[in-house]
DNA sequence: CATGAATGAGAATTCATTCAT
DNA sequence: GATGAATGAATTCTCATTCAT
C-alpha cells in the first residue's frame, strides 16, 4: 500500500471514528503514523481528502451493486432476506460517510455540486442495469422502484447509524416488508 | 418569549442555515441580540443547547403527530396525499435537525443516550395512538407498520435535504407506493 | 490610549523593527501585551493591520507636510538645510514602512490598489498646496518640481535605510544640490 | 551553464515574480527543473543563495557602467537621454531585487555587512573611473554627483516599481532636469 | 442580571532543512 | 552526485469559555 493510500486509510478509519468534524489533519497524521506534513504533500487540503473520501464511497456503493447482481436481482420478489441484509451491511459503511457529510455538502459550496454529481450517477448506474435485466418494464416503473427501495436504504441506514447495532429481529419484519411493497406495485 | 426562549431560537436558526458545527456560541449571541456571556447564564455549554434543540425536535414531532391524528389516521390507505404531504413539511424542520446531529450523536457519548432515548420515546408515542385507534390490529403488525413509514419518512427527508425542493412529480408517485404498501401488508 | 490603538502601536514597533514579514500576530499580541485573540476582536486579518499603518504613513507625510508649509515653502531657494533636514528626518519613519511594504505591494491585489491611490492622494493634495502658493508659475512646471523632489526625497531615503544613519556630511552637499537643482530648473 | 549556475538563475527568476519572502526553495527546486535536496548540495542554505543574488546585482552594476562608459560619460552634459533611459533600464533589475531586499538587509545582521560593503564597493568601483575621465574636477565634486545621480537612479526605480510603466512624457522632463541639475552643479 | 473584552488551546497550512536510498 | 519523501516548528486565524465591571 502506498503512502498516499495509508492516509487515506488512515483518514477514512478517523472520520468514521470520529466523524468529520471532530477529525484533525493532526489526527490523521498520527493514525497514519506520519508527520502531519507530509498529509499536504500527497494532498492539497482537507478538502480534498474529504471528496476522495466520498467519491470512494459511491464507487464502493456501485460495485457491490454491480457484485450483487451477479448473484440476485435485487428486485426479485423471491430473494432471500440474508442476501439483501449482507447487501446492506457492506453498503453501510459508505452511506454512513455520505450521511455525515450530508450536513456540511447540503451549504458548503464546495461539496455540494460533488455530491449531488454523484448521486445522479449513482442513480443512473443502478437503473441501466436494472433497465437491462427488465426490458419488459416501463421506464417510469423502475425509476419509481429505484426511488422507492432508496428511501428505504437510506431509511434503513439512519436508522443503524442513530441506535447502533439494535432491532435485529424488527430489520427481519422490514426486508419483508421491504420485499412486499416492491412487488406489490409491479403489477398495479 | 423569555430571554432563555430567544436564545433556543436564535440558536436554532443558526443550526438550521449553517449547520451544527458551522455555529459559534457568538454567532447565537449576535442573531439573538444578547451578549456572548449572557447565554452561559442560561446554559452551562454549547451542548447542553444542542440537547435541548434535540429534545425539541422530538417534541415538536410528538406534538405534529397529535395534531394530525386528531385529523386523519396516517396510515389510512384512503388518506388524500395532499394531507400526507403536509405532515412531512411540518415535520421536515425537527428531521432535518435530528439528521444534521446524529452523525455528532452516534459518537458523542454526551448526546448518544439521549438521542436513543427521545427515539424510544417517540416510537413508543406513536404507538400508543395507533393501538388506541386500531385495537383490532396485533401489536406486531402495528410496531412493523411504524418501522416501515419512519424508513420512509426518513428517506424522504434525507432525500430533500440532498437534493433541494426538486423531484415533486416523484413524490407523488412515491406517495401512492407509500400507501400502497403500507397497506398491502396489512392483510397478509 | 485605547486597546485597538495600542495594538496598532505594537504592530508598528514589531514592523519597524523586524520588518514587515518577520512580524507575526503573536509578536504583535506580546509587544501589546495582550492575547493572540485579542488582536481579531480589533483587526479582521493581519493584512487589515498592515493596510491601516500604511493609510497612517500616508497621513502621517500629509501632516508633516502641512506643518512645513506653516513655515517654510518646501521650494525655497533660501531654505535653511536644517529645516529640510527635519522634515526629513521626520518623515522617514512613514517612508521607510512604505518602502518597507513595497517590495510587496508591487505584487499582492490586496495592498497594490491601496498603495497607488495613497502615492496619488499625497501627490495631489502637496501639489494644491504647492498651486496656491505660486499662482504665476504654471501646473506643468509645478508637477515636474514635485516628480523630481520626491524622487530625491526616495533615493535619500533609500539611502538611509541601506546604510543607516552614516554619511552626514554628505548630506550637506546633497542638501545644497538639491535646492540648486531645483531652483536652477525654475526659469529655463 | 553549471548545474550551480542554473539554480542561481532560477532563484533569481522566482524572487523577480513573486518577491523574496514569497519564494520558497521548492519553487526554485521546481523552476530549475532541481530536485529540493540538490539545492542543499551546492548551497547551505536559501540565505546563501540570497547573499549570491544581491553580490551578483551588485556585479551586474558594476559591469553595466563599465559597459556604459566605453560609450559615454554618464555625465557628460550633451549625453542624449534615450542613453541614460537605457541604461536605467538594464539596471533596473539588479536594483529592483536590491530594494526587495533591503528591508531585509537592513535588519537582518547576517545580509546588512554584506549589503554595505556592496554599496561601497559599487560607490569606489565609479568613482574610479569618473576619475580617471575627469582630472580637473576635484573629489569632492565628483563623489557629490555620484551621491546625487544615485538618489536619483534610485527614486527613479523605486517610482517604476511602484507604479508600473506609466507616465514616460513625465520621465522626459525629468530626464533633462536631471541633466540639467548635474551640469547646473559642475560650476557654481 | 448583563456586558463584551479577554483568554488560550487548537485547527489548517507552509516551508526550510535533512537523510535514506 | 541526485532524489524527493519526510519532518516539525511556525504561522494565521477561530472559538468555547471566563470574568471584571
Same mark, same amino acid.
Given at each position: 500500500?502506498?503512502?498516499?493510500?495509508?492516509?487515506?486509510?488512515?483518514?477514512?478509519?478517523?472520520?468514521?471514528?470520529?466523524?468529520?468534524?471532530?477529525?484533525?489533519?493532526?489526527?490523521?497524521?498520527?493514525?497514519?503514523?506520519?508527520?502531519?506534513?507530509?498529509?499536504?504533500?500527497?494532498?492539497?487540503?482537507? #478538502?480534498?481528502?474529504?471528496?476522495?473520501?466520498?467519491?470512494?464511497?459511491? !464507487?464502493?456503493?456501485?460495485?457491490?451493486?454491480?457484485?450483487?447482481?451477479?448473484?440476485?436481482?435485487?428486485?426479485?420478489?423471491?430473494?432471500?432476506?440474508?442476501?439483501?441484509?449482507?447487501?446492506?451491511?457492506? #453498503?453501510?459503511?459508505?452511506?454512513?460517510?455520505?450521511? !455525515?457529510?450530508?450536513?456540511?455538502?447540503?451549504?458548503?459550496?464546495?461539496?455540494?455540486? @460533488?455530491?449531488?454529481?454523484?448521486?445522479?450517477?449513482?442513480?443512473?448506474?443502478?437503473?441501466?442495469?436494472?433497465?437491462?435485466?427488465?426490458?419488459?418494464?416501463?421506464?417510469?416503473? @423502475?425509476?419509481?422502484?429505484?426511488?422507492?427501495?432508496?428511501?428505504?436504504? !437510506?431509511? @434503513?441506514?439512519?436508522?443503524?447509524?442513530?441506535?447502533?447495532?439494535?432491532?435485529?429481529?424488527?430489520?427481519?419484519?422490514?426486508?419483508?416488508?421491504?420485499?412486499?411493497?416492491?412487488?406489490?406495485?409491479?403489477?398495479?
Amino acid at each position: 500500500m502506498t503512502r498516499k493510500e495509508e492516509i487515506i486509510r488512515a483518514a477514512r478509519k478517523c472520520m468514521r471514528e470520529k466523524g468529520f468534524h471532530n477529525t484533525s489533519v493532526q489526527n490523521i497524521a498520527r493514525e497514519a503514523g506520519v508527520s502531519t506534513g507530509l498529509i499536504y504533500r500527497y494532498y492539497k487540503t482537507k #478538502a480534498e481528502i474529504i471528496e476522495i473520501l466520498i467519491i470512494d464511497a459511491v !464507487d464502493n456503493l456501485k460495485e457491490l451493486l454491480n457484485e450483487s447482481q451477479n448473484k440476485i436481482d435485487i428486485f426479485s420478489p423471491g430473494l432471500v432476506f440474508a442476501e439483501k441484509r449482507s447487501f446492506i451491511d457492506d #453498503a453501510q459503511e459508505s452511506i454512513s460517510l455520505l450521511l !455525515d457529510v450530508s450536513a456540511e455538502a447540503r451549504r458548503n459550496p464546495c461539496y455540494q455540486p @460533488l455530491f449531488t454529481a454523484a448521486y445522479e450517477e449513482l442513480k443512473d448506474n443502478i437503473y441501466q442495469r436494472e433497465a437491462e435485466q427488465h426490458p419488459d418494464i416501463s421506464e417510469s416503473t @423502475l425509476r419509481t422502484r429505484l426511488y422507492f427501495s432508496s428511501l428505504l436504504i !437510506d431509511g @434503513l441506514v439512519i436508522r443503524r447509524l442513530r441506535l447502533g447495532e439494535q432491532s435485529n429481529n424488527e430489520a427481519d419484519k422490514i426486508a419483508m416488508l421491504f420485499l412486499n411493497a416492491i412487488t406489490a406495485s409491479q403489477n398495479p
